[in-house]
């Protein structure tokens, strides 16, 4: 199939739509529910605050009480009682009487107001405020954040840290997520070996994939497990099934050039569902992907560049979804700093560095050439229908950093 | 010194950084350098390519030997071995002779070109080429993405997906990086009891921050452990000194609303030396740090968003340069949908939701309300020159997830 005719990027990625699958839930503490997404939603078990708490350390008072105090005109209160955080007064207060009270402790009955201490001064039993202040002044109102019993976070909600606060405060000590899919990496290649900083022998490339894309995996949520195969087919064919019963994933890498002579697909079509070979993108082209025991198996390239730009246009993507979430590229545009060819027909991820309103694109884009990939923080993207850019024109431009889960 | 004059941001962020400490380093396995910070400079031990690597799945071929091959006019050439991957061959290529290669093997002796399997039709042990090709085409150069010996990667570089594969290629399988800095976080505050479903007692609250500040940690590279203290002088004297002595930085939370007379400022200017108490933002003016046993501790507010904000205002550039990494914001201009009033002197972080072009502040900031920073997705940062903005003024806009590690 890779010889009639390629997938554009949209066909290729609506076949791997319509085999989503997303992952099943599981409930963990809070303080594992960082970054997670919220397999149910959250209702708050209180108010939040509780009650009218106060927002200083000062005094509670009446606030009509203090009306026209001022340096010059100073008016003294009387001090009834003293309460910490974590305590409530029982007194209440009356006509220019007032209670120390600290940060987050409950307004006092009677009182609607707190004067910061800074206004005060403290001459035995009594204060003398140096300012007013108004009704609910330094008081933040019960539930002003939180009301008792309403939906606060709905199911797919990403946790961050703001959110891991506010479901604390619901009364969650822990919580439903979806569960993070386990994706194992399958490299293929005769010719790979461990870095080593001896001499390699003759034929021999230092296997680094099993890094990266394990890194990437890691960067969409996700958990990575790397195994290796020799380019046999019963080799490969062995880890794909085994791998296909034991994770959620599975990514392969190398054997995915050129048609299905290659072993990788071979395999694939044999125990599964093929669902497409060959991509019209660059770089990548080299893609497949195919259905085995029900499990996605990703083949992507052998070649680092290629197979970076596979995962971040398909199985980034797919992983994000699994837990729920949404991933589309979020398209910036910026300025070409140079001319940049394309072919109509064609998706092209480029290499590129770009800062607050420029983009300036590598210019060595061999697939296999690392380094574009470490001195580029971004893609510019050219749709199939555009034959590319003139020095100058405004591009879409994808941030790195903008993908990462 | 909070009552007599409060630090700017700058001269407290100045404090600060006159304290700066450094982690040292460790030698982690590739495995587990992602994310983390180069402590030494990498040296490629190999060439990568390290030989002369096919691109493609074809035949290696004399480049002179194709001209003028085209589907009406095809060449014919013999086929003098097959090389698969990891294989070298030990034939040297003559005039009209080819080599079945796979993608990833040396081109072979003679041969200085590769012409895709697509343009071809194998007939025997002969080859029909179709189409001819240029010399070097198809050919991944020697050395073209690292040259040996040569400095690739440079102290302080943060180690991406590409950077890892890098390394790896460069031949390393372990590589030094800066240690990661442990925190201890010390919640202080009576009131405060764990997540519960169950009805809260009188004035007790939630300890929201335990989660919150810890994900916060986490998201700076380093790594989180939360303890509790009471309001006592000495239990909150005991947690610093203990924790001093153990982790690479503490903060503290609760306990810091407006004089030396609260107790974890009075705890640190009696061990330490206190480098700053109160500062002109908003939310976060209840915000103290001091030296305690040559650590830095953090005295955070209590209130959860100012907590929030003080720790993006100082702790999270703290962390990144404990681990060899700059932190600035990373600052947009957008435009705002209200008007924003501020105050000359004081800097304000408003939080916002921003989209590609416009930010609309989240309008209900108690320092307290946790649902204001799940609203938001930035800050807008007001200078402390700055009167605020009208509706329509371009601000200066910065996006948490820029501020993630």
Same mark, same amino acid.
Request: glycine letters at 8%; proline letters at 4%; one cysteine or more.
């Given at each position: ?13 609506? +076949? ?38 106060? !927002? ?6 009446? !606030? ?105 405060? !619901? ?5 439903? /997520?979806? +569960? ?118 990703? !083949? ?73 990939? /470490? ?31």
């Amino acid at each position: 199939m890779f010889l009639s005719k390629l997938d554009s990027l949209k066909e290729a990625s609506s +076949k791997i739509e319509q085999h989503q699958k997303i992952m099943s839930s599981e409930v963990v503490s809070l303080g594992e529910a960082h970054k997670r997404v919220l397999a149910e939603g959250i209702k708050s078990f209180h108010d939040s605050p509780p009650f009218d708490k106060s !927002a200083m350390d000062g005094f509670a008072v009446r !606030a009509e009480d203090t009306f026209g105090a001022s340096k010059s005109a100073p008016k003294t209160f009387k001090i009834v009682d003293s309460i910490g955080a974590g305590v409530a007064s029982n007194k209440t207060i009356g006509p220019n009487e007032a209670i120390v009270i600290a940060t987050g402790s409950p307004i006092p009955e009677g009182a609607n107001a707190v004067i910061m201490k800074e206004y005060t001064e403290t001459v035995g039993d009594e204060v003398i405020l140096s300012s007013q202040v108004t009704p609910g002044e330094n008081v933040s109102p019960k539930a002003e954040d939180i009301k008792k019993g309403s939906v606060i976070l709905s199911p797919k909600t990403f946790i961050r840290y703001q959110e891991l606060g506010l479901i604390a405060s !619901a009364g969650y000590s822990e919580v439903e /997520v979806y +569960k993070k899919p386990r994706v194992k990496i399958i490299i293929t290649g005769n010719e790979l070996v461990d870095p080593t900083k001896e001499e390699l022998g003759p034929a021999q490339i230092i296997n680094s994939n099993q890094y990266s894309i394990s890194a990437m995996v890691h960067d969409s949520g996700a958990v990575a497990e790397v195994g290796r195969a020799h380019d046999t087919f019963d080799e490969v064919k062995e880890a794909i099934l085994k791998a296909t019963e034991e994770y959620d994933v599975v990514i392969t890498t190398g054997g995915t050039a050129i048609s299905k002579g290659d072993v990788v697909l071979d395999v694939i079509d044999e125990i599964g569902d093929m669902l497409l070979h060959g991509v019209s993108i660059r770089p990548g082209k080299a893609f497949g992907c195919g259905v085995v025991n029900d499990t996605m198996v990703f !083949a992507f390239s052998g070649q680092p560049v290629a197979a970076m730009g596979q995962f971040d246009m398909f199985a980034r993507r797919y992983l994000f979804r699994m837990q729920g979430r949404d991933f589309e590229f979020d398209i910036v545009k910026k300025e070409s700093e140079l001319k940049i060819p394309s072919q109509l027909g064609r998706t092209d991820f480029i290499r590129t560095y770009s800062d607050e309103s420029h983009a300036r694109h590598i210019l060595n884009r061999g697939s296999g050439v690392i380094r574009s990939m /470490v001195d580029a923080n971004s893609y510019i993207i050219i749709d199939e229908n555009d034959e590319g850019y003139q020095k100058g024109d405004m591009v879409d431009v994808v941030f790195f950093d903008s993908m990462i889960w």
